[in-house]
């Protein structure tokens, strides 16, 4: 397999205070047309708001970089999960199924992919909170960019903390000896500084953005994210809170559940942020976005190197006559919607259709499918983090008015026999919830992360060596215990 080289270099790790190691494009148009020009050093680089503007656009093209949207996101954030298999050929990247079959140690290559992904992400935004405060430039706008960079730091963090607990909380550029090398911060504390990152960026994000900004962090992400932590650390109240906040600016269930992952409706009324992606003209290295490739149909016809493909079990999972079944899996000898005839005989039964791109579309030097954004937080979501609130507080009412929202859009135009969940007891109504999350999100990287926090590890996924008191968390990468001489440490069991 190839993997293309980044523009945004690896050395962008935790440890590189000093270089901002892209020169980005100043002018005021999509952070997607970034390129990279060579490096500047940090005490030439931060005197304009150009330059506040290309560090920014320059921290969200970070995000369809590799290591945050392709194999190792795959390996950490989906392969634990019942939904999937590793899919490809037997002996391609077998190495995944030490994800799926528990086995993964901390010399795994993905997990420190994985770890330094989300800490070069981190980096970045720090650079952006430390810097943006000095340079002379437009109140509103520096306000702004500094809320969109505590997003982002919160984001990263929450990819973190949910993967593998306790981790290194920093908060600012490095300036000492002693400020590089941190032990790990209790859980407890990085989801206290997640909750305080987005408070801050809530209270100053937009509503919505112009079509020049479309992609950057909004009021109802922070919002949406907020209430996602807020989840998982059990904490109802403000799970509803946060979700009534977000119900309460404007976003719509898209009413095409097929559609509403497809490339011609990016960003559209039931999207709340996106990791955005596209094929830029002449600029195969910028089109750079390898999440639709590494799930896309293999073989000839679809180009894509088919990891990630929905199991069974998930096939399974479904009411009868759910139309999300057929719009969540692309079946071998199907016609798709879009008219892609997938062939009956090929490597893997079924692929990732919310990765799909049409065929068509594809363009001969580009990785297939990079215009395909990954949708990280949509309304849907929040209807249904919302209904299990609401339940957790004793509102069945309301809690069944959420989740009926949910079945109603897979119910409407497809003749589907999805009858009204109306059970009110509480225990019984947390299972239709859980349910439904399970088949409303397959394959958005959710559904491992979903079963743990419902204490539901070893039930659902012991029989592939899952190890309550373990297996919550993934192991702290070796390289990063060996770098920091001892100061870092292992998860138990590990």
């Known amino acids: ?63 369809h ?104 909380l920093r908060l600012h550029i490095p300036k000492t000896a002693a400020e590089y090398n941190l032990p790990r911060t209790a859980k407890a504390q990085v989801w206290a500084a997640i909750e305080a990152d987005l408070t801050d960026a809530a209270a100053v994000l937009p509503q919505a953005y112009s079509a020049v900004d479309i992609g950057h962090a909004t009021k109802g992400a922070a919002l949406a994210l907020h209430a996602k932590a807020a989840m998982y650390q059990h904490k109802w109240s403000d799970v509803l809170s946060l979700t009534n906040q977000v119900m309460g600016l404007g976003y719509s269930l898209f009413p095409n559940y097929e559609q509403l992952f497809r490339t011609n409706n990016k960003n559209n009324s039931e999207s709340i942020f996106e990791i955005q992606c596209m094929l830029i003209p002449n600029n195969p290295n910028a089109s750079n976005s390898q999440y639709s ?42 016609t798709t919607p879009e008219g892609d005839v997938i062939p009956a005989s090929g490597d893997n039964p079924m692929y990732n259709q919310k990765s799909y791109v049409p065929f068509g579309l594809y363009v001969s030097g580009f990785n297939e499918g990079c215009q395909q954004n990954k949708i990280v937080l949509r309304y849907a979501d929040v209807l249904l983090m919302n209904a299990e609130a609401n339940n957790e507080l004793g509102n069945s009412a309301a ?10 859009r897979a119910r409407a135009g497809n003749n589907a026999i999805l009858p009204p969940v109306t059970t009110t007891d509480q225990a019984q109504l947390r299972t239709a919830i859980w349910n439904e999350r399970h088949v409303e999100l397959a394959m958005e990287f959710d559904r491992y992360f979903d079963v743990i926090r419902q204490g539901r590890g070893a039930a659902l996924f012991g029989s592939r060596g899952f190890k309550a008191g373990k297996n919550e968390v993934w192991p702290i990468p070796q390289n990063e215990i060996d770098l920091s001489a001892g100061v870092l440490t292992q998860n138990p069991g590990y």
Request: charged share 15%.
């Open 1 to 63: 397999m190839k993997i293309k080289t980044n523009f945004m270099q690896k050395a962008l790790l935790i440890g590189i205070p000093a270089l901002l190691l892209i020169t980005f494009q100043s002018c005021k148009k999509s952070f997607l047309n970034v390129q990279a020009k060579g490096t500047v050093a940090a005490t030439q680089f931060w005197q304009t708001q150009a330059d506040a503007t290309g560090a920014v656009n320059g921290m969200y093209a970070y995000l």
């Open 65 to 168: 970089e590799w290591t945050n949207i392709a194999f190792a996101p795959i390996a950490v954030e989906s392969m634990g999960s019942d939904d999937v298999d590793k899919g490809s050929t037997p002996t391609d990247a077998s190495f995944m199924n030490d994800f799926h079959n528990f086995t993964a140690n901390s010399g795994e290559g993905q997990i420190a992919d994985f770890w330094g992904g989300e800490y070069s992400t981190i980096n970045l935004a720090n650079q952006i909170i430390d810097n943006i405060p000095a340079i002379n430039m437009d109140a509103a706008l520096k306000a702004r960019y500094l809320a969109e960079a505590k997003f982002i730091r919160a984001y990263a963090y929450f990819r973190l903390v949910r993967a593998f607990g306790d981790v290194p």
């Open 293 to 334: 490739q590494v799930q896309g149909v293999r073989g000839s016809t679809g180009g894509g190197w088919g990891f990630n493909v929905p199991s069974a079990a998930l096939a399974a999972a479904y009411e009868p006559g759910d139309p999300r079944r057929d719009a969540t899996i692309i079946f071998r000898g199907e």
């Open 399 to 408: 809690a069944l008015a959420s989740l009926e929202l949910v079945r109603a």
